[in-house]
């Protein structure tokens, strides 16, 4: 065998191009699965490797250099598969090319060395499972560090263990690029998630390590002790104190009760209830292990995985995380359920006004919502106490950080607990310091949101309040006192320096909000729109509603006029025809009046207009095909 292709192993092929690109036939076929694609040269060398043809690519992450003769895989009808995390930056890359800044740049993450034009994508690989692709059974595992959402392939075969690893690993001690792991302008994630992504890798005792570029390292364990030593002398190089992450990653944990745990590790901290069956229940899950979020909002800057669980299991004995609740609905309290549910068949408890929010993304206008839906397995009445094992934990509504909150009650090894989320900082001493409440206007703030709070914390009485971004708060009456005290005196300040005498335009001033947000619509086709009016007048009066469309939209009512009693709000909803060709986020909005008060162009909704499923060409646009493999979820840690 000459030229580009080498055989590495009975069956598995490298091919020199812009990347290494890896083969694996199908054991007694003559078919084969390869991992990354380079600029497709592979496809000349087939018959090499005693293979007709290819079935699947699986990519280890987005770079151009991994995938930019994926076109020639699509035209030769090889299914693509993805990262999770990365998979807008190959089946929607012009979204990034149309939206990426590109003045006052401080998103150093290489998201722009992607592919120019977007590729249809057969669906994404299964974290923490093994799936089977062409006859090839690979397991996958996440290995941020040269891109966020990389992965690393394991190939079992004759009795050796091969990781095809992607960039994370260049040679032992040594990466092939410094540059991509600087994702924020001054920060270390990428080089810190390198470390822990090498110690994790490492304990799946590879035999042989296949990087992207670089040659084969056939002992694996020496080359990433290597370089998790390096890296992690890199990242304290770069920090006033030393970052000691194999401990991070060994023990996340601290213990506040026998049974009661704190999670150090993410970005918002999660709380873990032991129970005696040896199952664990969670409260929120969002960035597990987190190094510092990386610069952008993209997909492909967030990336959700289960770093935290094997510490759980060899330090506490934990056999099954049984439950999680979210406490509300922010990224960094939920990003992780779908993938804790997919990988430990987690059950996801949430409570009735959050689960609304979690279901349907952007149907309202809300902040830090995350990307996809987080069904619930259960809803949880407000109010409802609800028994999981020995313990039995009470549901209470909790506006004010947002709307859509709720606290947990529960005793825990004779103490009494109370899980607030993000609704205030914990760290008030009376008399020297002020609590912050901790609350935002677009969040639905209700002036009356932090005297609810202050006096459900009477009613209750815990010994122990549990916040999300700071340290666990023991309570007394004098800081009860005091949140009493905050909470009053924000009223005071919104009706000093608001008009609510005159006008009640309410804390965050929003009168008119439009549902859904965000929606889909085909060329040609109806949505319908629903506009909801609060009024602000002291007395009734009626409102009109006008649609303000795209041209050549139309909508039925043209307009509306109803009665509004004061305070109250009305809805009416809108079916809205679309127009004849596609447009991203077309811009509908209601003009509004109630009464007098002429509040114009008060809300907006976007709708993403596209073409017919049938009408679609091939160039990324048509329908996607069926996920084609089958998986299974893996013991791992």
């Keep these: 065998m000459s030229g580009p292709v080498q055989e590495l192993a ?93 003045y006052l740049d ?42 966020t959402g990389s992965v690393t392939y394991l190939l079992d075969r004759d009795g050796a263990r091969l990781a095809f690893s992607g960039d994370l690993i260049y040679a032992p001690g040594k990466v092939c690029s410094l540059a991509a792991t600087q994702w924020s302008y001054t920060e270390n994630e990428g080089p810190a998630m390198t470390v822990l992504s090498c110690y994790q890798l490492r304990r799946e005792r590879p035999d042989l390590l296949l990087p992207s570029h670089g040659e084969p390292m056939t002992d694996p364990a020496a080359a990433l002790d290597l370089l998790a030593a390096r890296m992690q002398r890199y ?12 401990a991070r990653l060994d023990e996340p944990f601290v213990r506040l009760t026998e049974h009661l745990l704190l999670n150090r590790s993410s970005t918002a901290y999660g709380y873990v209830l032991l129970s005696r069956t040896g199952e664990a229940l969670l409260v929120d899950y969002g960035y597990d292990m987190t190094t510092g979020l990386p ?50 068949g987690t059950q996801v408890w949430v409570p009735a006004n959050v689960a609304p ?26 109010g409802e106490t609800v028994r999981w094992h020995e313990y039995e934990i009470t549901v209470h509504e909790l506006p004010g950080h947002t709307r859509y909150a709720a606290a947990y ?57 549990l916040g999300s971004h700071w340290e666990p708060r023991w309570v007394d009456d004098a800081y009860l006192d005091m949140l009493a005290r905050e909470g009053e005196e924000l009223v005071d300040l919104h009706r000093e320096l608001l008009p609510l005498a005159e006008h009640d335009l309410a804390a965050d001033g929003v009168l008119a909000r439009v549902s859904p947000y965000l929606s889909t619509a085909a060329v040609g086709t109806p949505v319908d729109l629903t506009v909801t009016v609060r009024s602000p007048s002291t007395r009734p009066a009626e409102m009109s509603v ?18 509004i009693e004061p305070g109250t709000e009305r809805a009416v909803t809108f079916r809205v025809t679309t127009g004849g060709r596609p447009a991203r986020r077309a811009r509908f ?19 993403d207009v596209v073409t017919p499923a049938g009408e679609r060409g091939a160039a990324g646009e048509g329908a996607v095909p069926a996920e084609a493999y089958s998986l299974s979820a893996d013991v791992y840690g």
């Design 235 to 246: 990242v304290d190089s770069r920090r006033p104190h030393p970052w000691d992450l194999r």
């Design 295 to 344: 610069a952008g909002a993209d997909r492909a800057a967030r990336r959700p995985w289960l770093a935290s669980l094997p510490a759980l299991r060899r330090g506490y004995g934990v056999s099954h995380v049984a439950v999680a609740m979210p406490t509300h609905y922010h990224d960094d309290h939920v990003a992780g359920l779908n993938l804790l549910r997919d990988v430990e």
């Design 546 to 563: 006008r649609p303000v469309l795209p041209p050549g939209w139309t909508a039925e009512p043209p307009e509306v006029h109803r009665p």
């Design 10 to 102: 009975p069956g598995v092929f490298r091919v020199r191009d812009t990347c290494n690109v890896y083969v694996v036939r199908a054991a007694g076929e003559r078919t084969g699965v390869a991992i990354d694609f380079g600029s497709g040269l592979v496809l000349d060398h087939l018959a090499e490797m005693g293979i007709d043809a290819l079935t699947d690519v699986l990519m280890t992450h987005h770079h151009r250099d991994q995938g930019q003769g994926l076109p020639r895989a699509v035209a030769a009808g090889i299914n693509v598969h993805v990262p999770p995390t990365e998979r807008d930056l190959f089946d929607r890359v012009d979204e990034m090319w149309s939206a990426r800044p590109v």
């Design 589 to 607: 909005a209601a003009d509004v009046c109630v009464g007098d008060l002429r509040l114009g162009q008060a809300a907006e909704a976007l709708v």
């Design 357 to 382: 929010v979690l279901r349907d993304p952007l149907h309202q206008d809300l902040p830090c919502q995350w990307f996809e839906p987080v069904p619930a397995d259960r809803e949880l009445a407000l």
């Design 409 to 465: 009650e529960l005793e825990v090894d004779g103490v009494r607990v109370l899980l607030t989320g993000d609704q205030q900082d914990g760290r008030g001493v009376p008399g020297h310091r002020r609590e912050i409440l901790n609350y935002q206007y677009r969040n639905r703030l209700d002036l009356a949101d932090y005297r609810a709070s202050a006096a459900l914390y009477r009613r209750v009485r815990p010994a122990l309040m």
């Design 106 to 147: 401080y998103n150093l993450r290489e998201d722009r060395f992607s592919l120019l034009e977007p590729v249809p994508v057969a669906g994404v690989v299964p974290e923490y499972r093994t799936g089977t692709w062409g006859g090839v059974r690979l397991a996958v595992r996440p290995t941020p560090g040269h891109t």
